[in-house]
């Protein structure tokens, strides 16, 4: 089978389309065909091997990337399954996280995996992994929004941020997008009351106080996004870093965390969704969002499995509109 494989750490231009045997699904396990992949931060930050804290805690690989096939959000059709699976058979539509998306083929666990909602194609459902579960989690679990409060989305654009501000209208909070100019009517169509342009407005000069701010961006010092909260206000924190930082977002988590020790607001990171440890239950709750029309992926660009190097630098600089997600016949 055709697949995307990293064999050493470096740049996008480091992926090569090989030839490969296709998996086997073990006991407990799923073969689907995939149709679409997504592109997620992970993936770039898996192929550099970026923060290079993370080669020391296992979580990138020490001297390579730990898996040879890059990707993890696919969509496609079961294959076949391993003994023990129940629930699933050869030719039902699902979509999850498949460690090696970014090829024909991608074996993963069972509980990986939810059923594709009805009239989603297989490129928007491929979308919702990775980026509507860590929208679920920031918004629904770590920030705890509810009804009535005042929500800014940093990054209300991009993979996890159109989701975000979907999830924060749905739950009734005032929700303000931070993006760029040429997403605004996008973000005010998913629900966002006001729209701030990351180029000229300083959503943390002070003048406007905010309940809970998710920032999927990082390109604010942690003092400047304290001073958009209320006093009792809740910044919820999602990554950050760049490329080649000793610590990346790993600093920045541990930052957050002993600021959080000594101030009455209260600043809390997204733990990381990964192909390790996500949670089955936030993966069914969105794509029972998406089936009761509650919820809808944002795909702003597609490429071909051949060009998934551009669409890893495509993401990893940072501006991409919705998900970027890679098609296969």
């Not at 999602?238 to 000793?246: A, H, I």
């Amino acid at each position: 089978m055709k697949a995307v494989v990293q064999e050493r750490f470096g740049p996008p231009d480091s992926l090569r389309l090989r030839d490969v045997d296709r998996p086997r699904a073990g006991a407990g396990q799923v073969l689907v065909r995939v149709r679409a992949a997504a592109v997620n931060p992970y993936d770039w930050h898996m192929l550099r091997g970026d923060p290079y804290a993370a080669r020391l805690l296992g979580g990138t690989g020490l001297t390579r990337p730990k898996a040879r096939v890059a990707g993890i959000d696919a969509a496609g059709v079961v294959e076949s399954v391993g003994a023990d699976v129940r629930g699933l058979s050869p030719g039902d539509p699902v979509l999850g996280f498949c460690p090696g998306a970014f090829a024909e083929y991608a074996c993963t666990s069972a509980r990986l995996l939810a059923p594709v909602p009805s009239d989603l194609t297989f490129e928007q459902a491929a979308a919702l992994p990775m980026g509507a579960v860590t929208a679920l989690r920031g918004i629904r679990t770590v920030g705890r929004v509810r009804s009535g409060q005042r929500v800014l989305v940093n990054g209300a654009g991009g993979g996890v941020g159109t989701f975000a501000v979907q999830i924060a209208a749905l739950l009734e909070a005032e929700v303000t997008g931070v993006c760029s100019a040429g997403n605004a009517d996008l973000v005010r169509s998913l629900g966002a009351a006001h729209v701030l342009d990351y180029a000229r407005d300083d959503f943390t000069d002070g003048r406007e106080r905010y309940d809970v701010v998710l920032d999927n961006v990082g390109n604010h010092p942690l003092g400047r996004l304290r001073r958009a909260l209320t006093p009792a206000g809740v910044l919820v924190a999602n990554g950050g870093g760049s490329p080649g930082r000793v610590f990346g977002a790993i600093g920045a988590t541990l930052k957050v965390a002993a600021v959080n020790a000594v101030t009455r607001q209260s600043l809390r990171p997204i733990i990381p969704t990964t192909p390790d440890g996500p949670a089955h239950e936030d993966l069914l709750a969105v794509a029972a969002l998406v089936e009761n029309g509650q919820l809808t992926p944002v795909v702003g660009r597609t490429f071909a499995l051949a060009d998934a190097a551009e669409a890893v630098r495509h993401v990893e600089e940072g501006h991409a509109r919705g998900k970027t997600v890679i098609t296969l016949s």
